[in-house]
Antibody, heavy 116, light 108 residues
């Protein structure tokens, strides 16, 4: 069964850091680029960052550029998102997502709340 | 950045009726990289359509996607009770990948 499981979310103060992880199983992880997408509860979807299968191509939304770093470890079948200098507007459910246009199910998300 | 505008914002229909959802892009979407997702309350989005008109495995044929350039449509030919949800379009042909704001299909 294809599965993406995110963890690492929580309550963090503005300006602090948090690292999200995503564990993949049931498919050949290193065949695929991966993405992070976030959603403020009750609101729409926002792409955050993407990484190619070999980490050779990385991209970020302008809203997180310079603060967030995406990475992956193919040996561990894991995707990461290092989030620094967190702001209140980063509060959202963060989803680990496979390549767009490919029907890999999304994870259930991990909630990040940035508040003092 | 390609801005996707979905219309209407919400749609109130009865089971068995036809739903037509629109997604308009601010510029041409390259290589037909346009997808549609369905999201139900408390669930992650699910990919329905990719490449404008290709249905994902397991998606019923009452769902169809069409369009080109900047104008795209998701049609649900006969609404079933399980189809009432929020639908998002997304372009993944150029960065940043962007989503529409969603169309909520509600039971009338």
């Amino acid at each position: 069964e294809v599965q993406l499981v995110e963890f690492g979310g929580g309550l963090v103060q503005p300006g602090r850091s948090l690292r999200l992880s995503c564990a993949a199983s049931g498919f050949t992880f290193d065949d695929y680029g991966m993405n992070w997408v976030r959603q403020v509860p009750g609101k729409g979807l926002e792409w955050v960052s993407g990484i190619s299968w070999n980490s050779g191509s990385i991209d970020y939304a302008e809203s997180v550029k310079g603060r967030f770093t995406i990475s992956r470890d193919n040996a561990k079948k894991s995707l990461y998102l290092q989030m620094n200098s967190l702001r209140a507007e980063d509060t959202a459910l963060y989803y680990c997502v496979g390549p767009f246009g490919v029907a890999l199910p999304w994870g259930q998300g991990t909630l990040v709340t940035v508040s003092s | 950045e390609i801005v996707l505008t979905q219309s209407p914002g919400s749609l109130s229909l009865s089971p068995g009726e036809r739903a037509t959802l629109s997604c308009r892009a601010s510029q041409t979407i390259s290589s037909s990289y346009l997808a549609w997702y369905q999201q139900k309350p408390g669930q992650a989005p699910r990919l329905l359509i990719y490449g404008v008109s290709s249905r994902t495995t397991g998606i019923p044929d009452r769902f169809s996607g069409s369009g080109s350039g900047t104008d795209f449509t998701l049609t649900i030919s006969r609404l079933e009770p399980e189809d009432f949800a929020v639908y998002y379009c997304q372009q993944y042909g150029s960065s940043p990948k962007t989503f529409g704001q969603g169309t909520k299909v509600e039971i009338k």
